[in-house]
């Protein structure tokens, strides 16, 4: 589909959405030192897509593309923060930060989470949703290449709300203590939440890519995928998990990350 491409609209879009991904990470990081907690910063992660959605659409050229984006960015973004702040309510800080902050003496952990945990954030974020910030300023109708991308970012939300509730309703089970999910979505990929994340941007690439020159902004989604998969998601988690009883068995018969049929134990 032709798309009418603004180059100087997409300048003011970019730094506008630069500068909310800034300031929402220094809010989360002065709240975070009030609460001395470096773990809110996951709530934020869902929220500044939210906001960078709905910057970059108020900066653009106001097409139905940026405005389909920005309202499948907040449904995503918005059940994401919750989810993670009734997961966190009750807890301390998160395994995962204090092991990355282990490494400094305690006067400077909270310098060094500005850079490492709030900085590095804010730039991925911004990185991870230029797609929604090319869309912005483009103007052209929704076709059926935007149609497929809103059912693949779906999909998506399908896996991560469901295999985020299946999980919940397992725990709140006494009788399941010691024993590894392994049930509904949990049986065809071990992570379906990393899987559903990964769909979800993948979906939103796609809803931006079919006007020019969305499509360039592809590193976005693989650099999701990467982190969700291989770095900082998935893998990272699995070094601890593999530790527990059982689940080197449930890897064994489980894909890791693309939901495949189980094989038979």
Partial sequence: MGSSFDGGVLVVVLLGSLVTSALAMGVTAVVAKRLGRVAVVDVTWGLVFV????????LGQHSVRSLVLAVLVTLWGGRL???I???ALG?????????LLSSQPPEKRFRYALVRVFGTQGVAAWFVSL???????????LGWVGAL???VWLVGVTFESVGDAQLKAFKADPSNKGKVMDRGLW??????NYFGDSAVWWGLFVV??????GVLTVLSPVVMTYFLAFATGARLLESEMAKRPGYPEYMERTSMFFPLPPKKR
């Fill in 81 to 83: 923060a919750w989810h």
């Fill in 51 to 58: 906001a960078i959605g709905w910057v970059a659409y108020a």
């Fill in 91 to 99: 807890h301390g800080e998160d395994p995962r930060y204090e092991k």
């Fill in 208 to 213: 931006a890519a079919e006007a020019w020159p």
């Fill in 131 to 141: 797609p929604l910030q090319v869309a912005a300023a483009t103007d052209s109708a």
């Fill in 187 to 192: 049986g065809w990929t071990r992570h379906p």
């Fill in 149 to 151: 991308g809103v059912v």
């Fill in 85 to 87: 702040r009734g997961r």
